[in-house]
Protein backbone atom coordinates (compact mmCIF):
# COMPACT_ATOMS: atom_id res chain seq x y z
CA UNK A 1 0.00 0.00 0.00
CA UNK A 2 1.25 3.15 -1.09
CA UNK A 3 -0.50 6.47 0.77
CA UNK A 4 -0.17 9.76 -1.43
CA UNK A 5 -2.24 13.34 0.28
CA UNK A 6 -4.51 14.97 -1.84
CA UNK A 7 -3.88 18.36 -0.57
CA UNK A 8 -5.37 22.18 0.01
CA UNK A 9 -4.00 25.58 1.60
CA UNK A 10 -6.14 28.59 2.32
CA UNK A 11 -5.24 31.36 4.71
CA UNK A 12 -6.71 34.75 5.81
CA UNK A 13 -6.01 37.83 7.02
CA UNK A 14 -8.55 37.79 9.38
CA UNK A 15 -11.06 40.73 9.98
CA UNK A 16 -8.42 42.78 12.42
CA UNK A 17 -4.77 42.35 11.53
CA UNK A 18 -3.31 44.90 8.75
CA UNK A 19 -1.29 42.18 7.09
CA UNK A 20 -1.10 37.86 7.28
CA UNK A 21 1.93 36.59 8.75
CA UNK A 22 0.89 33.01 8.57
CA UNK A 23 2.23 30.99 5.96
CA UNK A 24 1.15 27.86 4.45
CA UNK A 25 2.73 25.27 2.62
CA UNK A 26 1.05 22.26 0.51
CA UNK A 27 2.56 19.67 -1.61
CA UNK A 28 2.73 15.89 -2.20
CA UNK A 29 4.68 14.91 0.73
CA UNK A 30 4.81 18.24 3.51
CA UNK A 31 2.28 20.13 4.64
CA UNK A 32 3.32 22.87 7.00
CA UNK A 33 2.34 25.97 8.85
CA UNK A 34 4.29 29.22 10.32
CA UNK A 35 3.06 31.71 12.21
CA UNK A 36 5.17 34.64 11.92
CA UNK A 37 5.29 37.35 14.87
CA UNK A 38 7.01 40.45 14.84
CA UNK A 39 6.96 43.91 14.15
CA UNK A 40 6.18 45.63 10.83
CA UNK A 41 6.70 42.94 8.25
CA UNK A 42 9.30 40.95 10.27
CA UNK A 43 6.72 37.92 11.30
CA UNK A 44 5.75 37.70 7.52
CA UNK A 45 9.51 37.51 6.96
CA UNK A 46 10.17 35.10 9.87
CA UNK A 47 7.31 32.56 8.73
CA UNK A 48 8.32 33.07 4.94
CA UNK A 49 11.83 32.32 5.43
CA UNK A 50 10.91 29.31 7.36
CA UNK A 51 8.64 28.31 4.17
CA UNK A 52 11.27 28.52 2.21
CA UNK A 53 13.98 26.70 3.89
CA UNK A 54 11.93 23.45 4.18
CA UNK A 55 10.07 23.04 0.94
CA UNK A 56 12.78 21.40 -0.70
CA UNK A 57 12.20 18.31 1.18
CA UNK A 58 8.92 17.87 -0.21
CA UNK A 59 10.30 14.68 -2.17
CA UNK A 60 9.61 11.26 -1.71
CA UNK A 61 13.58 10.35 -2.38
CA UNK A 62 15.28 11.34 0.83
CA UNK A 63 16.86 9.11 3.10
CA UNK A 64 16.15 10.30 6.67
CA UNK A 65 13.70 13.06 5.34
CA UNK A 66 12.44 13.87 8.96
CA UNK A 67 16.05 14.32 10.42
CA UNK A 68 16.30 16.86 7.13
CA UNK A 69 13.19 18.83 8.07
CA UNK A 70 14.25 19.16 11.68
CA UNK A 71 17.71 20.40 10.15
CA UNK A 72 16.02 22.48 7.66
CA UNK A 73 13.99 23.83 10.92
CA UNK A 74 16.95 24.84 12.51
CA UNK A 75 18.56 26.15 9.17
CA UNK A 76 15.81 28.38 9.55
CA UNK A 77 16.11 29.56 12.93
CA UNK A 78 20.12 30.59 11.72
CA UNK A 79 18.33 32.64 8.78
CA UNK A 80 16.16 34.53 11.27
CA UNK A 81 19.24 35.44 13.23
CA UNK A 82 21.20 36.53 10.44
CA UNK A 83 18.54 38.73 9.27
CA UNK A 84 18.14 40.15 12.37
CA UNK A 85 21.90 41.42 12.87
CA UNK A 86 21.48 42.35 8.86
CA UNK A 87 19.06 44.83 10.17
CA UNK A 88 18.40 45.05 14.22
CA UNK A 89 14.87 46.80 13.70
CA UNK A 90 14.06 42.79 13.03
CA UNK A 91 14.46 42.17 16.34
CA UNK A 92 11.68 40.10 17.74
CA UNK A 93 10.76 38.30 15.10
CA UNK A 94 9.83 34.55 15.02
CA UNK A 95 7.90 32.08 13.73
CA UNK A 96 6.43 28.93 14.57
CA UNK A 97 6.48 25.58 12.53
CA UNK A 98 4.19 22.75 12.29
CA UNK A 99 5.64 20.41 9.23
CA UNK A 100 4.59 16.97 8.39
CA UNK A 101 6.45 14.57 5.73
CA UNK A 102 4.90 11.41 4.09
CA UNK A 103 7.65 9.10 3.85
CA UNK A 104 8.15 5.23 3.70
CA UNK A 105 5.37 5.38 2.05
CA UNK A 106 2.71 5.41 4.83
CA UNK A 107 4.44 7.57 7.58
CA UNK A 108 3.84 11.14 8.97
CA UNK A 109 6.97 12.89 10.32
CA UNK A 110 6.43 15.82 12.43
CA UNK A 111 8.67 18.66 13.20
CA UNK A 112 6.67 21.12 15.74
CA UNK A 113 7.72 24.31 17.72
CA UNK A 114 5.12 27.03 18.91
CA UNK A 115 1.42 26.61 18.96
CA UNK A 116 0.73 25.73 15.16
CA UNK A 117 -1.25 22.48 15.33
CA UNK A 118 -1.26 19.02 13.48
CA UNK A 119 -4.44 17.22 13.71
CA UNK A 120 -5.66 14.03 12.54
CA UNK A 121 -9.08 13.02 11.97
CA UNK A 122 -9.05 9.00 11.65
CA UNK A 123 -12.32 6.48 11.82
CA UNK A 124 -14.28 10.04 12.74
CA UNK A 125 -12.35 11.06 15.78
CA UNK A 126 -10.19 13.97 15.82
CA UNK A 127 -7.09 13.75 17.73
CA UNK A 128 -4.23 16.52 18.34
CA UNK A 129 -0.68 15.22 17.13
CA UNK A 130 1.37 18.18 18.45
CA UNK A 131 1.57 19.59 22.15
CA UNK A 132 1.10 23.38 22.36
CA UNK A 133 4.20 25.10 23.02
CA UNK A 134 2.34 27.94 25.22
CA UNK A 135 2.17 28.94 29.04
CA UNK A 136 -1.40 27.79 29.29
CA UNK A 137 -0.13 24.22 27.91
CA UNK A 138 2.77 24.30 30.04
CA UNK A 139 0.03 25.04 33.60
CA UNK A 140 -1.92 22.38 31.89
CA UNK A 141 0.61 19.86 31.75
CA UNK A 142 1.16 20.58 35.31
CA UNK A 143 -2.64 19.72 36.41
CA UNK A 144 -2.81 23.67 37.31
CA UNK A 145 -5.74 24.19 34.55
CA UNK A 146 -7.53 22.14 32.86
CA UNK A 147 -7.92 21.48 29.23
CA UNK A 148 -11.35 23.78 29.00
CA UNK A 149 -9.93 26.32 31.67
CA UNK A 150 -6.74 26.58 29.04
CA UNK A 151 -8.92 27.20 26.00
CA UNK A 152 -10.92 30.77 27.79
CA UNK A 153 -7.28 31.50 29.22
CA UNK A 154 -6.66 35.29 28.85
CA UNK A 155 -3.08 34.20 28.72
CA UNK A 156 -3.89 31.34 26.28
CA UNK A 157 -1.99 32.56 23.18
CA UNK A 158 1.62 33.80 25.13
CA UNK A 159 4.02 31.17 23.52
CA UNK A 160 7.04 29.91 25.23
CA UNK A 161 8.76 28.02 22.36
CA UNK A 162 9.62 29.49 18.80
CA UNK A 163 11.80 29.80 16.29
CA UNK A 164 13.37 33.55 16.97
CA UNK A 165 17.27 33.41 15.92
CA UNK A 166 18.18 33.53 19.33
CA UNK A 167 17.12 30.91 21.45
CA UNK A 168 18.00 27.32 21.37
CA UNK A 169 14.71 26.32 20.05
CA UNK A 170 13.98 22.29 20.99
CA UNK A 171 11.67 21.19 18.39
CA UNK A 172 9.03 18.25 19.00
CA UNK A 173 10.04 15.36 16.23
CA UNK A 174 7.91 12.45 16.04
CA UNK A 175 6.22 9.78 13.83
CA UNK A 176 2.88 8.03 13.41
CA UNK A 177 1.72 5.44 11.06
CA UNK A 178 -1.02 6.99 8.65
CA UNK A 179 -4.10 5.03 7.17
CA UNK A 180 -6.05 5.17 4.17
CA UNK A 181 -9.06 7.84 4.87
CA UNK A 182 -7.16 9.92 7.21
CA UNK A 183 -7.37 13.07 7.07
CA UNK A 184 -5.06 15.70 8.37
CA UNK A 185 -5.31 19.77 9.31
CA UNK A 186 -2.28 21.82 10.17
CA UNK A 187 -3.69 25.23 10.80
CA UNK A 188 -2.27 28.39 12.67
CA UNK A 189 -4.11 29.31 16.19
CA UNK A 190 -6.24 31.74 14.21
CA UNK A 191 -8.62 29.14 14.39
CA UNK A 192 -8.71 29.07 18.32
CA UNK A 193 -8.26 32.55 18.40
CA UNK A 194 -11.77 32.61 16.58
CA UNK A 195 -12.79 29.81 19.43
CA UNK A 196 -12.95 27.37 16.79
CA UNK A 197 -13.07 23.99 18.49
CA UNK A 198 -12.35 20.60 18.24
CA UNK A 199 -15.86 19.53 17.88
CA UNK A 200 -16.04 22.02 15.00
CA UNK A 201 -12.77 21.27 13.37
CA UNK A 202 -13.87 17.29 13.31
CA UNK A 203 -17.40 18.28 11.88
CA UNK A 204 -16.09 20.29 9.17
CA UNK A 205 -13.30 17.53 8.24
CA UNK A 206 -15.98 14.63 8.71
CA UNK A 207 -18.60 16.42 6.00
CA UNK A 208 -16.01 18.07 3.58
CA UNK A 209 -15.63 16.02 0.70
CA UNK A 210 -12.23 17.50 -0.82
CA UNK A 211 -9.03 18.88 1.50
CA UNK A 212 -10.32 22.40 -0.27
CA UNK A 213 -13.81 22.07 0.72
CA UNK A 214 -12.79 21.65 4.68
CA UNK A 215 -9.84 23.94 4.57
CA UNK A 216 -12.57 26.75 2.96
CA UNK A 217 -14.91 25.70 5.94
CA UNK A 218 -12.66 26.44 8.38
CA UNK A 219 -11.36 29.30 7.78
CA UNK A 220 -14.91 30.38 6.94
CA UNK A 221 -15.81 29.49 10.42
CA UNK A 222 -13.21 31.74 11.76
CA UNK A 223 -14.29 34.82 10.16
CA UNK A 224 -17.95 33.97 10.97
CA UNK A 225 -16.91 33.87 14.54
CA UNK A 226 -14.94 37.65 14.04
CA UNK A 227 -11.52 36.14 13.30
CA UNK A 228 -9.18 38.50 15.11
CA UNK A 229 -6.48 36.68 13.82
CA UNK A 230 -4.57 35.58 10.86
CA UNK A 231 -6.25 32.09 10.08
CA UNK A 232 -4.14 29.64 8.05
CA UNK A 233 -5.61 25.67 7.21
CA UNK A 234 -3.53 23.43 5.23
CA UNK A 235 -5.74 19.80 4.44
CA UNK A 236 -4.88 16.69 3.16
CA UNK A 237 -6.72 13.86 2.67
CA UNK A 238 -4.50 10.41 2.85
CA UNK A 239 -5.52 8.15 -0.70
CA UNK A 240 -3.79 4.77 -1.31
CA UNK A 241 -3.12 5.36 -4.35
CA UNK A 242 -3.90 1.66 -5.28
CA UNK A 243 -7.86 2.56 -4.67
CA UNK A 244 -7.70 5.01 -7.47
CA UNK A 245 -7.29 2.69 -10.52
CA UNK A 246 -5.07 5.48 -12.20
CA UNK A 247 -1.05 4.88 -13.10
CA UNK A 248 1.09 6.55 -11.40
CA UNK A 249 1.65 9.31 -13.79
CA UNK A 250 -2.04 10.63 -13.58
CA UNK A 251 -2.73 9.68 -9.72
CA UNK A 252 -0.02 12.30 -9.60
CA UNK A 253 -2.15 15.08 -11.20
CA UNK A 254 -5.21 13.97 -10.32
CA UNK A 255 -3.68 13.88 -6.41
CA UNK A 256 -1.75 17.48 -6.98
CA UNK A 257 1.96 17.50 -8.36
CA UNK A 258 2.35 20.88 -7.42
CA UNK A 259 2.91 22.51 -4.40
CA UNK A 260 0.37 25.52 -3.22
CA UNK A 261 2.38 28.28 -1.03
CA UNK A 262 -0.01 30.61 0.80
CA UNK A 263 0.47 33.71 3.19
CA UNK A 264 3.37 35.55 3.50
CA UNK A 265 5.50 32.96 1.89
CA UNK A 266 3.67 33.43 -1.13
CA UNK A 267 3.67 37.19 -0.76
CA UNK A 268 6.83 39.09 1.32
CA UNK A 269 9.33 40.19 -0.74
CA UNK A 270 12.16 38.17 1.12
CA UNK A 271 14.45 41.25 0.33
CA UNK A 272 12.37 43.98 0.89
CA UNK A 273 12.91 45.16 3.78
CA UNK A 274 15.05 48.19 2.64
CA UNK A 275 16.54 49.69 5.25
CA UNK A 276 18.06 52.94 3.88
CA UNK A 277 14.50 53.96 2.47
CA UNK A 278 13.48 52.82 5.82
CA UNK A 279 10.44 51.42 4.03
CA UNK A 280 8.97 48.26 3.63
CA UNK A 281 7.48 46.67 0.62
CA UNK A 282 5.48 43.66 -0.71
CA UNK A 283 4.99 42.35 -4.04
CA UNK A 284 1.80 40.99 -2.45
CA UNK A 285 -1.04 41.37 -4.52
CA UNK A 286 -2.46 44.16 -3.07
CA UNK A 287 -4.71 44.19 0.11
CA UNK A 288 -5.95 41.09 -0.97
CA UNK A 289 -6.08 38.57 1.63
CA UNK A 290 -7.43 35.55 1.03
CA UNK A 291 -5.25 33.43 -0.63
CA UNK A 292 -5.99 30.11 -1.61
CA UNK A 293 -5.01 27.42 -3.01
CA UNK A 294 -6.29 23.51 -3.76
CA UNK A 295 -4.83 20.63 -5.41
CA UNK A 296 -5.10 18.76 -8.23
CA UNK A 297 -6.47 19.52 -12.13
CA UNK A 298 -8.24 22.44 -10.36
CA UNK A 299 -4.82 24.12 -8.91
CA UNK A 300 -5.74 27.73 -9.14
CA UNK A 301 -3.21 30.88 -7.64
CA UNK A 302 -3.85 33.67 -5.00
CA UNK A 303 -6.49 35.77 -5.60
CA UNK A 304 -5.58 39.30 -6.57
CA UNK A 305 -9.69 40.01 -6.46
CA UNK A 306 -10.47 39.14 -2.98
CA UNK A 307 -11.85 41.50 -0.78
CA UNK A 308 -11.81 39.91 2.63
CA UNK A 309 -13.53 42.83 4.55
CA UNK A 310 -16.54 42.43 2.07
CA UNK A 311 -16.17 38.72 2.08
CA UNK A 312 -15.91 38.57 5.84
CA UNK A 313 -18.87 40.31 6.58
CA UNK A 314 -20.95 38.99 4.14
CA UNK A 315 -20.42 35.82 5.21
CA UNK A 316 -21.12 37.09 8.53
CA UNK A 317 -24.28 38.63 7.99
CA UNK A 318 -25.00 35.36 6.06
CA UNK A 319 -24.21 33.56 9.00
CA UNK A 320 -24.97 29.54 9.20
CA UNK A 321 -27.96 29.78 7.25
CA UNK A 322 -26.31 31.89 4.39
CA UNK A 323 -23.72 29.71 2.52
CA UNK A 324 -25.44 30.88 -0.59
CA UNK A 325 -24.79 34.56 -0.17
CA UNK A 326 -21.23 33.52 1.55
CA UNK A 327 -20.35 31.61 -1.92
CA UNK A 328 -21.67 34.61 -4.10
CA UNK A 329 -19.05 36.91 -1.88
CA UNK A 330 -16.41 34.37 -2.05
CA UNK A 331 -13.28 35.85 -3.92
CA UNK A 332 -13.65 34.42 -7.69
CA UNK A 333 -10.22 32.96 -7.53
CA UNK A 334 -10.96 29.49 -7.70
CA UNK A 335 -13.16 30.58 -11.07
CA UNK A 336 -9.93 32.47 -12.61
CA UNK A 337 -8.18 29.78 -13.65
CA UNK A 338 -4.84 32.15 -12.93
CA UNK A 339 -2.01 29.15 -12.98
CA UNK A 340 0.54 29.28 -10.51
CA UNK A 341 0.43 27.50 -7.39
CA UNK A 342 2.78 29.74 -6.15
CA UNK A 343 1.72 32.69 -7.40
CA UNK A 344 1.13 36.10 -5.43
CA UNK A 345 3.75 38.18 -6.94
CA UNK A 346 1.85 39.37 -9.68
CA UNK A 347 0.09 41.87 -8.27
CA UNK A 348 1.08 45.87 -7.58
CA UNK A 349 3.15 46.58 -3.97
CA UNK A 350 1.22 47.67 -1.25
CA UNK A 351 0.22 51.57 -0.95
CA UNK A 352 2.60 53.17 1.15
CA UNK A 353 -0.14 54.29 3.78
CA UNK A 354 -0.60 49.99 4.15
CA UNK A 355 3.35 49.77 4.68
CA UNK A 356 3.10 52.42 7.47
CA UNK A 357 0.14 51.09 8.87
CA UNK A 358 2.46 48.22 9.62
CA UNK A 359 5.54 50.01 11.10
CA UNK A 360 3.31 51.80 13.71
CA UNK A 361 2.42 49.13 15.54
CA UNK A 362 4.58 48.04 18.23
CA UNK A 363 7.46 44.99 17.87
CA UNK A 364 5.08 41.95 19.24
CA UNK A 365 7.57 40.01 21.69
CA UNK A 366 6.86 36.68 22.31
CA UNK A 367 5.88 36.48 25.93
CA UNK A 368 4.48 39.75 25.67
CA UNK A 369 1.25 38.12 24.09
CA UNK A 370 1.09 37.41 20.92
CA UNK A 371 -1.53 37.29 18.77
CA1 LIG B 1 -1.57 33.63 15.09
Redesign the pocket.
Known amino acids: MTLAFRYAARTDVGLVRDGNE?SGYAGPHLLAVA?GMGGAVAGELASAITIDAIRPFDSADLTDPVTKLSQAATSANGKILARIKDDPRLDGMGTTLTAGILHEERRLGLVHIGDSRAYLLRAGELSQLTHDHTFVQSLVDEGKLTPQQAEHHPHRSLIIRVLDGHHDAPLDVMTIELEAGDWLLFC???LG?ADIRDSMIAEALREATTPEAAALELVRKALRAGSP??VTCVVAEVVDTADLGLSPERAAVFLGDQPVVVGAAAEVDRDGFNADADELTTSAAGESTTDSGSSGAAKTGEGDDGDTGQAADAADQAGDAGEDEADKTEPDDQKSGKAGAEAGNTGKPRSRAAKFRGLARPLRRFGAG??
Do not use: P
Request: glycine letters at 10%; aromatic letters at 0%.
Open positions: DDSDGNDNKR
